[in-house]
């Protein structure tokens, strides 16, 4: 692959292995890096995953994609937790150790979220975290929340959800927030779901979404600096 356009790496994870795809932004005056995970039905070149790496790149952020081992095995069968965390700080530590960026930023979308979030929680070394459409509970199950661990993380944390995201009521979140460290801003997302998506009554198109995406994270990238 043409290191202009992008470069791939095999990475050890445990006793596997998967794939990781670094594309750089172009201009990247802050120097930062995203290491992106999937959702769980994802992989790293779904299409919400694609067009949110572009919108990235435009905002002047290197991005890393990868498989989780699950996904790169051709495996529905999601990986427990302890595994897909291994797969995260693995992706993130070879990466800080290939392109040595300024700032290393973890997170991705939905569950890839979530485990970027507990590493984040135990203390794994990075500037920020990126979440987008954090699953705070399994869909029809807002009862059984996942926000136990958000209280310890210490680093800004830029959140990113649908005002009609089914797995985060935003009544539940709102609740969850004071808990939350002192540099943790939430962006809502006026009527999109957990893809993203809107309906077309809203007046509005999925590309305005992503353009309101965009704008979210450039200003949050600021206050990383």
Not at 21 to 41: C, R
Not at 88 to 109: D, H, T, W, Y
Not at 131 to 159: F, K, M, T
């Amino acid at each position: 692959m043409d290191q202009q356009s992008g470069r791939e790496w095999s990475v050890g994870v445990g006793r596997d292995r998967t794939m990781a795809l670094f594309e750089p932004a172009g201009k990247n005056p802050q120097g930062i890096l995203f290491v992106f995970a999937h959702g769980a039905g994802g992989h790293r070149a779904d299409r919400g995953m694609t067009a949110l790496a572009a919108l990235l790149h435009g905002r002047g952020i290197d991005t890393v994609r990868f498989n989780f081992v699950y996904r790169e095995r051709g495996s529905g069968r999601i990986d427990r937790m302890p595994q897909l965390e291994e797969c995260v700080a693995a992706v993130a530590s070879r990466a800080r150790e290939e392109l040595k960026p300024r700032r290393l930023v973890i997170g991705g979308r939905s569950m890839g979220g979530r485990v970027a979030s507990m590493l984040a929680a135990k203390g794994f070394d990075c500037s920020g975290l990126l979440l987008l459409a954090y699953p705070l509970h399994p869909a029809r199950q807002p009862e059984r929340l996942r926000d136990a661990h958000l209280s310890r993380i210490d680093v800004p944390v830029l959140c990113v959800n649908g005002t009609r995201d089914a797995l985060c009521r935003r009544d539940l979140m709102e609740k969850a927030l004071p808990g939350m460290s002192g540099d943790w801003t939430m962006h809502w997302l006026e009527g999109t779901d957990h893809s993203f998506h809107v309906t077309k009554a809203s007046g509005r198109t999925d590309a305005d979404v992503l353009s309101e995406i965009g704008g979210a994270v450039e200003r949050w990238i600021v206050r990383l600096a």
